[in-house]
Structures are given as C-alpha cells and as structure tokens.
C-alpha cells in the first residue's frame, strides 16, 4: 500500500517494474587481483607511485654517464621496484587471500533486485541496501560493488554475461550518476 495525500493506495507496481537477477560466481586469485591492481592504481597513492618510478627511471637515463655507476644504478632499480614490487606483491597476496578464504573458496550466490544485493553461500545470507552502496564500477574484467572507498564485491564479468544488462539496469535505477560507472557492453 502506498500513501496519497494521507490516504492508504493499493500499490500500483506490477511485476514488470520489479527487477531481479540470480547468478553464482567463483571468485578467482585472478580477479582478486585485478579488483587490488584497479584499488591500488587509481588513488592518488597510485598515480604518485607511478609519476615517481617514471621519474626515477627517467633520472638514471638522463644522467647516465654522468652519474657515478652506482649512483644511476640506485635511480633505476628504484624505479623498477615500484613498477614490479607493487603488482608482483599484489598479486602474491590476491592468490593468497583467495586460496586461505572460505567464503572464497566455495561458489557465492547473488540476488541483486530493488532492495538491494543478497550474498548467500549455504546457510549465511546478507543483504546491503541500493542506499549502503558507495558505487558500483564496471571495469573490463569486473563489476565492482563498492561498500567503501576500501572494499567491495567483487563480480568477475565473464561469469555473468548474460545478466550484465540486468545488473547495470537495476544499479543505473538506484543509484546516482555520480556513484554508478558501468558502460552498456
């Protein structure tokens, strides 16, 4: 029953209006991966990493020759490690916490629909609310359900193909432009 002007109406929404999407994933050290690589790199953090070890590495060519050996050496190796560390690191640790996790190592189902996206694996359930959602980002290998500028679920896109359309339908209508990112295909 929905109110108007004080008085109780017959809800008027049909089936049709309410939206629905079932699918199950299994959530790979690979798409945890990308889901840190994609966390990492766009935060200012990120981009200064990267300014910095190009910087560096931009250094040690410049001065070759100049510079004493050790000294140009110093410039690119710091360089290297920021470009290779990070992402080597990130992805040690991605595999690792996938292969430890329970909840990550057995298959996930969702429900995304008008009240919000329901996580069940066996008995456990819970729901976050369309207004607890941070934003919801579309990259080229995941969607990103993002709970906090830190965390989210995350939704490798080749396991749902066929439901992306409906995922982003339902986002696009709860949520504002500003904290909705994902193209049409």
């Given at each position: 029953m929905a109110q108007q002007n004080g008085k109780?109406?017959?809800d008027r929404r049909t089936e049709r209006?309410?939206?629905?999407?079932?699918?199950?994933?299994?959530?790979r050290p690979v798409?945890?991966?990308?889901?840190?690589l994609y966390h990492t790199y766009t935060t200012a953090s990120g981009y200064l990493a990267i300014l910095i070890a190009v910087i560096a590495i931009?250094?040690?060519f410049r001065k070759w020759g100049e510079a004493s050996l050790s000294q140009t050496v110093m410039y690119l190796a710091f360089g290297m490690i920021l470009l290779v560390y990070t992402p080597l690191t990130l992805y040690?640790?991605?595999k690792q916490q996938v292969l430890s996790s329970p909840v990550f190592k057995n298959v996930l189902h969702y429900t995304i629909d008008d009240t919000g996206i329901t996580t069940s694996q066996g008995e456990m359930s819970s729901t976050l609310e369309w207004s607890a959602v941070y934003r919801v980002v579309a990259t080229k290998h995941n969607i990103l359900v993002c709970i906090n500028p830190r965390n989210a679920f995350i939704i490798p896109r080749a396991q749902v193909v066929?439901?992306?359309s409906m995922i982003r339908k339902i986002a696009q209508k709860h949520l504002e432009t500003y904290r909705f990112k994902m193209k049409e295909k």
């Open positions: 109780q109406q017959p209006d309410f939206m629905k999407t079932e699918f199950d994933i299994q959530l798409d945890m991966y990308r889901f840190n931009a250094a040690a040690l640790r991605s066929q439901e992306y």
